[in-house]
């Protein structure tokens, strides 16, 4: 689901913070200073994911410790539609574990910058 769905109407866990949100690079260490390849970089804002692979609307999520459940709405390559699961559990370095419901694609974001 990356590859397609890399890509939040409810607040996790009350207020506006969303403690994933910002800009990471997919599978490689992010230098954050405008030479990381477009094609893995990945923006998570409350209400969407980003990225080259397709365009996700946050449609419900679900924050327990420091796993992030999504239900996404993704635009694929062809606009094709695509309703599915993920997960990102917040690792100690900042970094993110990305996970499907079909465990496709796997990655590993890495945030660029604080």
């Not at 080259?52 to 694929?76: D, F, P, Y």
């Not at 970094?95 to 604080?114: E, I, M, R, W």
Request: hydrophobic share 35%; with cysteine.
């Amino acid at each position: 689901m990356l590859a397609v769905g890399l890509a939040v109407a409810a607040p996790a866990g009350g207020g506006d913070h969303f403690p994933i949100a910002g800009v990471y690079a997919r599978d490689r260490a992010c230098k954050g200073d405008g030479s990381d390849p477009v094609d893995t970089l990945v923006t998570i804002t409350r209400k969407n994911i980003e990225s080259t692979m397709g365009s996700c609307i946050i449609l419900h999520k679900k924050r327990e410790g420091n796993i992030t459940s999504m239900q996404v709405q993704c635009r694929a390559a062809g606009d094709e539609i695509i309703l599915g699961d993920v997960t990102l559990a917040q690792r100690d370095d900042d970094a993110l574990d990305f996970d499907d419901q079909d465990h496709t694609s796997p990655a590993v974001l890495h945030k660029c910058g604080k």
